[in-house]
């Protein structure tokens, strides 16, 4: 893989083009904002940290989608982030136009690519990017389960005071109140957590994932 773009220089995206910069997986990271300098400032931040963490992924940051094309894949992160007291699905109309938009210009720089979205409410996001970008449904996807998947894990590590690593766990459905975590087949070290843990305290951690 050569190249991905990171569509939106906010905390998720920046952090997501640090990760994956991080990681060697890949020649280019573009990191793509509508506030001009704000994703050219973080992308020199990441490329001047290049040689302390000593990855030679090339950082570059841009407010045209002209330096996007190619990209084996787009992340999309940018929308309104959810405030306090509102659901996921309060940011469906203020955020359906910014994907739509984003998504249509990245899609036409990089015909071939593969989408993943992260910008919230995410069933929802992830229909708007591939009507959006007209690509066929394998190469549109949505980070709900894994994700939610990982908030899970952590939870149970921390209340049982485990390592993340001996916890399996898995979380289906949609990503919000529609989420379904799956207590009686989640393992902490091949035993059930329900023989670890309080049904009143699982039905918690439940909450707190969603």
């Known amino acids: 893989m050569s190249k991905i773009t990171v569509i939106g220089a906010g905390n998720v995206g920046a952090t997501t083009a ?26 020199l931040d990441l490329w001047e940290t290049a040689p302390i963490e000593g990855y030679d992924t090339r950082v570059v940051g841009s407010n045209d989608y002209a330096a996007t094309a190619g990209s084996d894949v787009i992340i999309m992160t940018a929308g309104l982030a959810r405030k306090p007291g509102m659901s996921r699905d309060d940011l469906l109309k203020m955020n359906t136009q910014i994907v739509h938009s984003c998504i249509s210009q990245a899609a036409k720089q990089s015909p071939d690519a593969v ?91 439940v909450q707190r994932t969603r």
């Open 115 to 205: 989408i993943i979205v992260v910008s919230n409410p995410l069933d929802a996001m992830t229909y708007v990017a591939l009507k959006a970008s007209g690509f066929p449904t394998q190469r549109v996807f949505g980070m709900a389960g894994v994700l939610d998947t990982a908030r899970y894990r952590s939870f149970i590590a921390e209340a049982l005071n485990v390592s993340v690593r001996d916890v399996q766990a898995l979380v289906l459905g949609g990503h919000g109140d529609t989420m379904v975590p799956m207590p009686r087949y989640t393992m902490i070290g091949g035993v059930p957590l329900p023989e670890l843990m309080p049904a009143e305290q699982i039905a918690q951690i």
């Open 18 to 43: 640090q990760r994956a910069a991080e990681k060697g997986i890949v020649e280019q990271v573009v990191l793509i904002d509508i506030l001009e300098g704000i994703p050219q400032g973080k992308a």
